[in-house]
T-cell receptor, first 111, second 113 residues
Framework: QQQVKQSPQSLIVQKGGISIINCAYE??????FPWYQQFPGKGPALLIA?????SEKKEGRFTISFNKSAKQFSLHIMDSQPGDSATYFC??????????FGPGTSLSVIP | NAGVTQTPKFRVLKTGQSMTLLCAQD?????MYWYRQDPGMGLRLIHY???????AKGEVPDGYNVSRLKKQNFLLGLESAAPSQTSVYFC????????????FGPGTRLLVL
């Protein structure tokens, strides 16, 4: 009920390709779905986030697709670059008191 | 603007020792959080605060205590450290709760022997 599943665990993509990371949640009380990017030795930083009243949000090369009925959401990184190599975490939260993070996806973008 | 800062950056403790991790933010945020990050498990919320003088339990609060005596500071205490508390600890802050952007500090790596 509180778990957020994330796949794949690791991903290797060629430069210029599309990176896709998927997440699934169980608790229908969640109403905020952010994606965080984390570089080694650093704290996570918000990349993009979506609320369940929209099915897609795009910011530059990053897009979240959200399927409320399936309780799934995904991150698409278009034109992936070596600088995108990092660990990506999805999360699902209520507005105030609950947040569950996925276990993370290690993305490597190779030239 | 330093954002969110954490001290210390790294610490080694022996089992049973106590310590306090300090988090400071200069963004005037009401909400502050403490997380732990373990390999393969993402981040887990330990405790959080919705304002000066208030704290609440998160997902994994056992073995930790917190205090928010000043709006800009959030302290995480370990009264009697255990090897299971070996982790990387992150502090974060936000304007308006978990449904808003959280700004994370650089982390504190804690090793309990």
């Amino acid at each position: 009920q509180q778990q957020v599943k994330q796949s794949p665990q690791s991903l290797i993509v060629q430069k210029g390709g599309i990176s896709i990371i998927n997440c699934a949640y169980e608790n229908t009380a969640f109403d905020y779905f952010p994606w965080y990017q984390q570089f080694p030795g650093k704290g996570p930083a918000l990349l993009i986030a979506i609320r369940p009243d929209v099915s897609e949000k795009k910011e530059g090369r990053f897009t979240i697709s959200f399927n409320k009925s399936a309780k799934q959401f995904s991150l698409h990184i278009m034109d992936s670059q070596p600088g995108d190599s990092a660990t990506y975490f999805c999360a699902a939260s209520t507005s105030y008191d609950k947040v569950i993070f996925g276990p993370g996806t290690s993305l490597s973008v190779i030239p | 603007n330093a954002g969110v800062t954490q001290t210390p950056k790294f610490r080694v403790l022996k089992t049973g020792q106590s310590m306090t991790l300090l988090c400071a933010q200069d963004m005037n945020h009401e909400y502050m959080y403490w997380y732990r990050q373990d390999p393969g498990m993402g981040l887990r919320l330990i405790h959080y605060s919705v304002g000066e003088g208030t704290t609440a339990k998160g997902e994994v609060p056992d073995g930790y205590n917190v205090s928010r005596l000043k709006k800009q500071n959030f302290l995480l205490g370990l009264e009697s450290a255990a090897p299971s508390q070996t982790s990387v600890y992150f502090c974060a802050s936000s304007w308006g709760g978990l449904g808003e952007t959280q700004y994370f500090g650089p982390g504190t790596r804690l090793l309990v022997l």
